[in-house]
Antibody
Framework: EVQLVESGGGLIQPGGSLRLSCAAS????????MSWIRQAPGKGLEWVSI???????QYADSVRGRFTISRDKSNNTLYLQMNSLRAEDTAVYYC????????????WGQGVLVTVSS | SYELTQPLSVSVALGQTARITCGGS??????VHWYQQKPGQAPVLVIY???DRPSGIPDRFSGSNSGNTATLIISGVQAGDEADYYC???????FGGGTKLTVL
């Protein structure tokens, strides 16, 4: 059974850094494409970043240069390093992955809240 | 960048058919996926690749994609279908703004 469990969220001041983790089970992170998707309070879904099985990464314009997606094969975990955080980065962050092979997001974690505020 | 347009809200009577649209330039050339999200929960994939259903999704959910519009169709709407629905395309991951489905 595929499971994704995010951690690392919390309250952080503007300009600060935070690293989110997404522990995966039931599949191999390095063999799949995985993404971070966020949802600001009361708003819609916003794609943040993706890492493909081959290691290629992509970012939304809103986070490029500030966020870095990575993965660790040894502990089957996805990461999102978030630097220079802004108030508008406040959101629930989900990790998600494919199951269909068509770049859909079949599996989602429960989400972790990041609040950027002074 | 590619944009997807959804109506903010759709209302449908219990037992009737709901249609939620997702507009995008030549969207028929892309794979469109649909998600259901209930308050406080993570999204759930209900349709992938325009019209395929993941395991466990009722056949009341279907989809189509033609021209500049993809459509999620929910037949025999139930109270439990009340939720936010989002479309998504794959190439350059993009989500629509979401549609709140209200069951009357």
């Amino acid at each position: 059974e595929v499971q994704l469990v995010e951690s690392g969220g919390g309250l952080i001041q503007p300009g600060g850094s935070l690293r989110l983790s997404c522990a995966a089970s039931g599949f191999t992170v390095s063999n799949s494409y995985m993404s971070w998707i966020r949802q600001a309070p009361g708003k819609g879904l916003e794609w943040v970043s993706i890492i493909y099985s081959g290691g290629v990464t992509q970012y939304a314009d809103s986070v490029r240069g500030r966020f870095t997606i990575s993965r660790d094969k040894s502990n089957n975990t996805l990461y999102l390093q978030m630097n220079s955080l802004r108030a508008e980065d406040t959101a629930v962050y989900y990790c998600a992955t494919d199951g269909s092979g068509y770049l859909s997001f079949d599996y989602w974690g429960q989400g972790v809240l990041v609040t950027v505020s002074s | 960048s590619y944009e997807l347009t959804q109506p903010l809200s759709v209302s449908v009577a219990l037992g009737q058919t709901a249609r939620i649209t997702c507009g995008g330039s030549n969207i028929e050339s892309k794979n469109v996926h649909w998600y259901q999200q209930k308050p406080g929960q993570a999204p759930v994939l209900v349709i992938y690749r325009d019209s395929d259903r993941p395991s466990g999704i009722p056949d009341r959910f279907s989809g189509s994609n033609s021209g500049n519009t993809a459509t999620l169709i929910i037949s025999g709407v139930q109270a439990g279908d009340e939720a936010d629905y989002y479309c998504q395309v794959s190439r350059g991951v993009v989500f629509g703004g979401g549609t709140k489905l209200t069951v009357l």
